[in-house]
C-alpha cells in the first residue's frame, strides 16, 4: 500500500513476526521513511508481543510526532499485540492485510535480515552461540538504518527519523563478530590487565565509535571505544562454543 498524501511520518507502518533459529522478532517499517525495527519477543503469547510493542511506542512517542497510526500486518498474534497499547494520546488501528495483499515492506525487511544474518553467521571462523542472535539481529537492523533506502533516496532512515548523518570513516571499522581486545578504560591497580578478549557485537547508533564488546571472560556485554582487531586465545574460543543460551 501506498500512504495517502499528505501523511506525516511514522502514521503508517507494516508488520510481522520473524524467527531466526530459536529466536522470534516483532519487525516493523515505517512506510514512509524506511525506518525500521526488530524487537525480541519471548513466546508467542499476545503478552509477549505487547511487551515488545511497548518498545515500539516508545520510538513512536520520542522521534514521530504523532498521535494517530495505522499498522498493516497478515499476522493475528501482531496485530493483538500492537492495538494493546493504543491510549488516549496515540491512537493505534490495527489492518489485516489478505493474503495477497500481505505487509510487502514487513516480507522484504524479514527477508533482509535473515540473508544478511546468516551470510555474517557463516563468514565467522566460529559458531556464534544462539546467546547472541538478539545482538546480531539488533546489528543487522542498525546498519540498515544507516544506508539509504532505495539508490535514488538523498536520505538514509535514521537521518530522516533522527536527523544524524554519519559518515563513511563512522562505520568502516564495524564487522559483527570480529575478535580482538577490548582495552579497559580504567583500573584499580597498575598491575590489573589493560585489555579483555571479546568480539564486536554492536554499537551506539549516536556515536558508531563506541562498540559493543561482548568480552568471553565475564560473558557481558561492554561499551568500548578502543577496541584492537586480533586472534584470541584457543581458551577463549573454546568458551565462546560453550556459552549456552
Not at 120 to 135: A, R, T
Amino acid at each position: 500500500f501506498q500512504p495517502p498524501t499528505g501523511s506525516k511520518d511514522g502514521e503508517y507502518w507494516e508488520s510481522d513476526l520473524m524467527y531466526l533459529g530459536p529466536r522470534r522478532y516483532l519487525v516493523l517499517v515505517e512506510a514512509l521513511t524506511n525506518f525500521s525495527l526488530a524487537i525480541p519477543v519471548n513466546t508467542r503469547h499476545e503478552t509477549s508481543i505487547s511487551n515488545a510493542a511497548k518498545i515500539w511506542k516508545t520510538y513512536l512517542e520520542s522521534y514521530f510526532n504523532v498521535t494517530k497510526v495505522t499498522v498493516y500486518s497478515d499476522r493475528e498474534g501482531a496485530l493483538q499485540g500492537l492495538s494493546s497499547i493504543s491510549s488516549p494520546t496515540l491512537a493505534i488501528a490495527v489492518t489485516r492485510t489478505s493474503a495477497e495483499g500481505h505487509a510487502n515492506r514487513a516480507e522484504v525487511l524479514i527477508r533482509t535480515i535473515k540473508e544478511r544474518a546468516r551470510s555474517i553467521i557463516y563468514s565467522l571462523p566460529y559458531k556464534l552461540p544462539d546467546v547472541l542472535l538478539d545482538n546480531l539481529v539488533r546489528f543487522v537492523v542498525q546498519m540498515k538504518n544507516l544506508l539509504p533506502a532505495t539508490l535514488s533516496a538523498d536520505s538514509t532512515p535514521l537521518e530522516r527519523v533522527r536527523g544524524l548523518k554519519l559518515k563513511h570513516s563512522d562505520l568502516k571499522n564495524l564487522t559483527f563478530g570480529t575478535t580482538g581486545h577490548a582495552f579497559i578504560p580504567h583500573r584499580t591497580s597498575k598491575d590489573d590487565a589493560t585489555s579483555e578478549e571479546g568480539i564486536v557485537v554492536g554499537f551506539d547508533q549516536l556515536n558508531p565509535r563506541n562498540k559493543s564488546i561482548y568480552v568471553l571472560d565475564t560473558k557481558r556485554c561492554v561499551s568500548r571505544i578502543k577496541f584492537i582487531p586480533s586472534n584470541i586465545s584457543e581458551k577463549s574460543l573454546a568458551s565462546l562454543q560453550n556459552i549456552q543460551a
